[in-house]
């Protein structure tokens, strides 16, 4: 049976020790981390983070205000991270604004030039992704090795799949990216002695796709309906929890495994960023 990596556990451990930087900043540099979060539209939805991505916001903002928000945050000293929840209303040039948002306070990681410097060779973004970011750190705090390793990871967003697949490549781990269009994907994902899970298709890799003793990070997540629930549904990954946690070396559950990491890497890029503009 699969080790059960405990993203609760490990979240609970980073912000333990975010809460001690905070400390120290406030004591040594009167100096208080602040993230600003933007969230546009009226949104009822927010009770788990990955309804949280569902498209029903509001249009109560036009873009130029959006902008104008931005670079308010921007020039606010007390603010050293700001976080645009995604997504955000057809009217709104997603891109336009990310790219607004200043590279010393992109928290998010998707400013084009932290992506940009992810993805080159020797250079070093000033912030990286959150959930790519909090994967790779379950693989590190469970001792799974990357250098070296054949890494598979399954699907291509921007949000996950590119900077994860970049990460890992950093991490000198051999990178296949499996996609939408990738014809016997079972067969390239049964090569990986890391998977990393994020296609958003709930339960889609089963137990006869893993090689036996790969570490699993199952990012996706699914609501399944439940009957037995209250609420009627369930949350599931992108990963067969019962077949591939007999077969995998190391798995993730969800809930309880990327999910707390996502926020507890943002508390960690927000403290960064306080850390950053302090002159010892």
């Known amino acids: ?5 405990d993203g609760k556990a490990i ?22 981390p602040g993230l600003a979060v933007v969230i546009v539209g009226s949104r009822k939805d927010s009770q788990t983070y990955v309804n949280m991505k569902r498209k029903a916001c509001a249009e109560d903002i036009s873009e130029l205000a959006l902008v104008a928000e931005v670079h308010r945050l921007n020039a606010d000293p007390a603010v050293h991270g700001i976080l645009v929840q995604l997504p955000l209303p057809k009217h709104i040039n997603e891109e336009k604004i990310l790219s607004e948002i ?13 992506i940009g410097k992810l993805a080159m060779k020797g250079r070093e973004p000033l912030f990286v992704p959150c959930t790519p970011k909090g994967c790779m750190e379950l693989l590190s705090r469970s001792g799974v090795t990357v250098k070296g390793k054949r890494a598979v990871v399954v699907g291509r967003s921007n949000i996950v799949g590119l900077p ?4 890992l490549l950093k991490a000198d781990a051999t990178v296949s990216i499996v996609h939408s269009r990738t014809p016997d994907p079972e067969s390239i994902v049964r090569e990986a002695d890391i998977v990393i899970a994020a296609a958003g298709q709930a339960m889609m890799i089963k137990g006869d796709w893993i090689k036996p003793g ?33 077969i995998a070396g190391y798995l993730t559950p969800v809930p309880g495994g990327v999910g707390p990491m996502t926020v507890a ?6 403290v960064d960023g306080a850390k950053r503009g302090i002159v010892e």
């Open 214 to 246: 790969a570490a699993v990070i199952d990012v996706g997540t699914n609501s399944v309906d439940d009957p037995t629930r209250k609420s009627g549904y369930r949350l599931v990954g992108d990963v067969d929890f019962a077949e591939v946690s007999k």
């Open 164 to 167: 994860v697949s970049l990460l």
């Open 1 to 5: 049976m699969a080790q059960i990596i």
């Open 265 to 270: 890497m943002l508390l960690k890029n927000t």
């Open 11 to 32: 979240a609970a451990d980073i912000r333990r020790e975010v809460a001690a930087d905070v400390a120290t900043l406030s004591s040594a540099h009167s100096v208080v």
């Open 102 to 114: 200043s590279i010393e306070k992109d928290v998010d990681g998707f400013h084009p030039l932290n």
